[in-house]
């Protein structure tokens, strides 16, 4: 598609179940004639050359398998290493003559001639003779994969014990394993191997989106193309990745363009007076419109608010608007001409940060809803507001794009739960309230969703928990005002680039700080670095490169 002012093309990565991933497997080998066996190939050389480019010190590797084409994975991924000079240990758990097709293929190449040393390990008892290897530097966890199904028992379940023993690293192929694929909850409570790094294949999984995979947050969870075609790879799950959608934001703007071509943000919010000091909320909400890009910014608070708002950049536009004793946004703001006037040559609005909820406020929220039609993104205030208006919050998205951006307790008001109900399945609440009401809702927390009006959900993996702090609602606000501004066309990937920005910003400072003392600001610092980086998209391993859904590569 092309947009006034930029050239945009995007491909959305599609999270895909383990039968769809079944499918897209056998697609790829009877619809587009590529052989199974280079699939397992591409996925074992990816696999080894991770191992190497994350895991530079160790000289020393164990690859556990087991006997399906998960276990085929590792013994490829084994005889690679052996051949580059690694002290390679191999343990098939289970017996030879289980394995078929491609796998059998793999131990074949693995055993003649023998590439490190190998081991059959037929029973639980056998481990006990193998507690040498578990003083690798890196284990490779190769056992059960994508068809796996709980719970996890036998050999398997005694290798877990066996391996409780070790302190090396553990580098899971496709998943953990015991970790159900299609799980969309953050944890599992059924035994799963530990894992400190994840390299799964062609399209992630519902679990590697969803879960905590790792043992720490920032440890990687990436995805590696290995061959088949965007064709095979269908779901219909309706999840997708939001980090893709950064691509909107990756190509260089037209020579010829102007700021009028990225869009005017209208900043709505703050407060100043008795009801509370809360001018820096819209201040920061404006300042990232800005920095993502929007053409014009305008601030609009109550005045006795502004000269903070004023400080904050020279670049920002300030409008003063009447306000009540209290130092909220009075009602009378909503006189024809004043609202003429205030919303003149705006595309975009965003209302919420630090508005307060006096009655007068209240009635002039949604008056300016109402009265415009431009795009908009309700955060704070403004979604409580909202929350006891649900007949209004409906009309208000006929004809024009609402966003409303609640964290869970925000969330839980606009649908009559709690916060805990909420969180037992977020998937579920977001999209049946997008649905519902046909706005984008961006969910906040750990794993934040894009739930669109259609049914379709993307998920975000980027951020820390160094953003549970006052502020980052406010920032995000304005990155997604900012990018609906210069990406009015495309309002789904704008929402979704935003919020995968904001959260890789903060994975960038957070590097440079700590998770206690990052701010809100410090992220919008890092927004010029998170433009650039290839974060996302790391070349190593293979033409395709990797993806990287969770943590911080190596360069």
Same mark, same amino acid.
């Given at each position: 598609?092309?947009?006034?002012?930029?050239?945009?093309?995007?491909?959305?990565?599609?999270?895909?179940?383990?039968?769809?991933?079944?499918?897209?497997? &056998?697609?790829?080998?009877?619809?587009?004639?590529?052989?199974?066996?280079?699939?397992?190939?591409?996925?074992?050389?990816?696999?080894?050359?991770?191992? &190497? &480019?994350?895991?530079?010190?160790?000289?020393?590797?164990?690859?556990?398998?087991?006997?399906?084409?998960?276990?085929?994975?590792?013994?490829?991924?084994?005889?690679?290493?052996?051949?580059?000079?690694?002290?390679?240990?191999?343990?098939?758990?289970?017996?030879?003559?289980?394995?078929?097709?491609?796998?059998?293929?793999?131990?074949?190449?693995?055993?003649?001639?023998?590439?490190?040393?190998?081991?059959?390990?037929?029973?639980?008892?056998?481990?006990?003779?193998?507690?040498?290897?578990?003083?690798?530097?890196?284990?490779?966890?190769?056992?059960?994969?994508?068809?796996?199904?709980?719970?996890?028992?036998?050999?398997?379940?005694?290798?877990?014990?066996?391996?409780?023993?070790?302190?090396?690293?553990?580098?899971?192929?496709?998943?953990?394993?015991?970790?159900?694929?299609?799980?969309?909850?953050?944890?599992?409570?059924?035994?799963?191997?530990?894992?400190?790094?994840?390299?799964?294949?062609?399209?992630?999984?519902?679990?590697?989106?969803?879960?905590?995979?790792?043992?720490?947050?920032?440890?990687?969870?990436?995805?590696?193309?290995?061959?088949?075609?965007?064709?095979?790879?269908?779901?219909?799950?309706?999840?997708?990745?939001?980090?893709?959608?950064?691509?909107?934001?990756?190509?260089?703007?037209?020579?010829?363009?102007?700021?009028?071509?990225?869009?005017?943000?209208?900043?709505?919010?703050?407060?100043?007076?008795?009801?509370?000091?809360?001018?820096?909320?819209?201040?920061?909400?404006?300042?990232?419109?800005?920095?993502?890009?929007?053409?014009?910014?305008?601030?609009?608070?109550?005045?006795?608010?502004?000269?903070?708002?004023?400080?904050?950049?020279?670049?920002?536009?300030?409008?003063?608007?009447?306000?009540?004793?209290?130092?909220?946004?009075?009602?009378?703001?909503?006189?024809?001409?004043?609202?003429?006037?205030?919303?003149?040559?705006?595309?975009?609005?965003?209302?919420?940060?630090?508005?307060?909820?006096?009655?007068?406020?209240?009635?002039?929220?949604?008056?300016?809803?109402?009265?415009?039609?431009?795009?908009?993104?309700?955060?704070?205030?403004?979604?409580?507001?909202?929350?006891?208006?649900?007949?209004?919050?409906?009309?208000?998205?006929?004809?024009?794009?609402?966003?409303?951006?609640?964290?869970?307790?925000?969330?839980?008001?606009?649908?009559?739960?709690?916060?805990?109900?909420?969180?037992?399945?977020?998937?579920?609440?977001? &999209?049946?309230?997008?649905?519902?009401?046909?706005?984008?809702?961006?969910?906040?927390?750990?794993?934040?969703?894009?739930?669109?009006?259609?049914?379709?959900?993307?998920?975000?993996?980027?951020?820390?928990?160094?953003?549970?702090?006052?502020?980052?609602?406010?920032?995000?606000?304005?990155?997604?005002?900012?990018?609906?501004?210069?990406?009015?066309?495309?309002?789904?990937?704008?929402?979704?680039?935003?919020?995968?920005?904001?959260?890789?910003?903060?994975?960038?400072?957070?590097?440079?700080?700590?998770?206690?003392?990052?701010?809100?600001?410090?992220?919008?610092?890092?927004?010029?670095?998170?433009?650039?980086?290839?974060?996302?998209?790391?070349?190593?391993?293979?033409?395709?490169?990797?993806?990287?859904?969770?943590?911080?590569?190596?360069?």
């Amino acid at each position: 598609m092309e947009t006034t002012g930029y050239c945009v093309t995007m491909i959305a990565m599609h999270v895909l179940s383990a039968a769809e991933m079944q499918a897209c497997d &056998r697609a790829t080998t009877e619809r587009f004639g590529i052989p199974s066996i280079d699939l397992m190939r591409a996925a074992s050389s990816a696999v080894a050359a991770f191992a &190497r &480019r994350e895991f530079p010190h160790a000289r020393r590797i164990t690859v556990l398998c087991g006997t399906g084409n998960n276990g085929g994975d590792g013994m490829m991924a084994a005889w690679l290493l052996a051949e580059a000079g690694l002290d390679v240990t191999t343990l098939l758990l289970g017996a030879p003559e289980k394995l078929k097709g491609d796998a059998a293929v793999a131990w074949s190449e693995l055993t003649q001639p023998m590439r490190g040393r190998v081991h059959v390990v037929a029973s639980a008892a056998e481990l006990a003779a193998h507690e040498d290897a578990l003083a690798a530097d890196l284990i490779v966890d190769a056992l059960l994969g994508t068809g796996f199904k709980p719970p996890m028992k036998g050999l398997a379940l005694a290798a877990l014990e066996w391996m409780r023993k070790s302190t090396a690293p553990v580098l899971a192929v496709d998943l953990p394993s015991g970790w159900p694929s299609d799980e969309t909850a953050a944890t599992f409570t059924g035994p799963v191997f530990p894992a400190d790094a994840v390299v799964t294949f062609t399209a992630p999984k519902p679990a590697h989106v969803f879960g905590s995979l790792t043992r720490r947050w920032d440890q990687p969870v990436v995805v590696v193309p290995i061959g088949s075609p965007d064709a095979a790879i269908a779901s219909d799950l309706g999840i997708d990745w939001a980090g893709s959608s950064i691509e909107l934001v990756r190509t260089p703007r037209l020579a010829t363009a102007n700021k009028g071509n990225f869009g005017h943000v209208l900043v709505v919010g703050g407060t100043f007076g008795s009801a509370g000091g809360k001018a820096g909320a819209p201040a920061m909400a404006a300042l990232a419109a800005l920095r993502a890009g929007a053409g014009l910014v305008t601030v609009a608070v109550p005045a006795p608010a502004l000269p903070v708002v004023a400080s904050f950049a020279p670049e920002l536009m300030t409008w003063p608007l009447a306000a009540t004793a209290e130092g909220q946004i009075a009602a009378n703001n909503l006189d024809a001409k004043e609202l003429t006037q205030l919303a003149a040559g705006k595309t975009v609005l965003a209302i919420g940060p630090g508005l307060g909820q006096g009655t007068e406020t209240v009635k002039f929220t949604t008056g300016l809803l109402a009265a415009t039609k431009m795009p908009a993104v309700v955060d704070a205030d403004g979604i409580n507001i909202l929350a006891t208006k649900p007949v209004l919050l409906a009309k208000l998205a006929k004809g024009r794009t609402l966003v409303l951006t609640p964290h869970p307790g925000e969330m839980a008001r606009l649908i009559g739960s709690t916060a805990a109900g909420v969180q037992t399945d977020r998937l579920k609440a977001a &999209r049946e309230f997008a649905r519902r009401f046909g706005v984008t809702l961006v969910l906040k927390g750990a794993r934040t969703l894009v739930a669109h009006p259609d049914g379709r959900v993307a998920v975000n993996t980027s951020g820390n928990p160094g953003m549970a702090k006052g502020g980052s609602g406010d920032v995000l606000t304005g990155l997604i005002a900012g990018l609906l501004a210069q990406f009015p066309e495309d309002a789904a990937r704008a929402v979704e680039a935003a919020v995968y920005l904001h959260g890789l910003a903060a994975d960038i400072a957070v590097r440079e700080t700590d998770e206690h003392t990052l701010l809100a600001t410090d992220s919008l610092a890092r927004l010029a670095q998170t433009f650039r980086s290839e974060h996302h998209r790391i070349a190593a391993g293979g033409p395709n490169g990797y993806v990287w859904l969770q943590g911080h590569c190596r360069r």
